[in-house]
């Protein structure tokens, strides 16, 4: 049994602690974090299912002041643990490494950090092999673990050489407000880093991608144009989506307007906080243009990274060595492609 801590009980720290409960090989220790925020105040609500450890001593007094319990320092779980899955806020994670390397911990950071943080880039499906055994290893983007999902499926079965994506962002997570209130859109300088950040994990295909930061909350929507090294038809693309258990197939005639249907149907499913981890894909948005495929897929961007981090921990204590093993273990646990 892998013992694992989560630093950082936010909007990605919270999921990543769920996941790892349903993981029937790994045992959740316990989180952290440096304040009494509302995700701690509901957790103690809820009765701590998870034991609380204090990032920071700076803020103990406010915790004992809302007799919300205390089993320790970060030190000390991390010290208790395998490997800690790092999901603070960008910069301070490369400053926890610090605590991690000095009790030779391994670790995950998400995809706020800087890629120099981890000795491997790492996505399940894409480059599993690459963190078998590492220390430190990092996610990619909500978005960019989407899109590989994606493209990876096509090009493990048909080999794709080139890619242009066009991705309409969501500009801040449900309950954000230091984005402020716009009624505007903003474009990015190309090319996107999603696009960069797939040629990473992906070096044999070409990518380029434009980005748009919209004003909603619920989801990214990517469009992807798709160069195969042999003609890919609508059929072939959509006999592929539809194995893949991390690909929600979906059409606009059964209700899936947008992101959305996705959100509300997610909670009308009884998914804890209207989670899904795997992105849909609109059967009706795969067209055949010359040689290219092109096709759309929905990002929920809070909890799609969460199945590829249940990898990175596989393949980072060597619990399965074997690519389609681990993540297949991964999905089981999180119950991926039981709507099939």
Known sequence: MVKVGVCGY?????????????????????????????????????????????????????????????????EELVRKCDIILDATSAGVGAKNKELYAKYNKKAVFQGGEKNSVADVFFHGYANYEKGIGK??????????????RAVDCLDRDYGIKKVAITIVRRVADPGDYHRGLTNALQIDKAPSHQAVDLMTIMPHIDATGILIHTPVTHGHIITVVATGHKKITKEMALESFLKHDRIRVVSTDDGFLGNASFFRYARDLGNPRGDMYEIGLWSDSIVESGDEIMFAINIPQESVTIPETMDAVRAACEMQTDRLEGIGK??????MGKWK
């Open 135 to 148: 220390q430190f290893l990092k996610l990619t983007s909500c978005n960019t673990t989407g899109l590989i």
């Open 330 to 335: 991964t999905n089981t646990y999180l119950g």
């Open 10 to 74: 936010g909007v990605i720290g919270q999921r990543l602690a769920d996941g790892v409960a349903l993981q029937k090989d790994m045992e959740l220790v316990g989180v952290a974090d440096v304040a009494p925020t509302l995700a701690i105040r509901a957790l103690k609500e809820k009765g701590m299912p998870y034991a609380l450890y204090l990032a920071s001593e700076e803020n103990r007094a406010k915790f004992e002041q809302l007799k919300i319990p205390v089993s320790g320092t970060l």
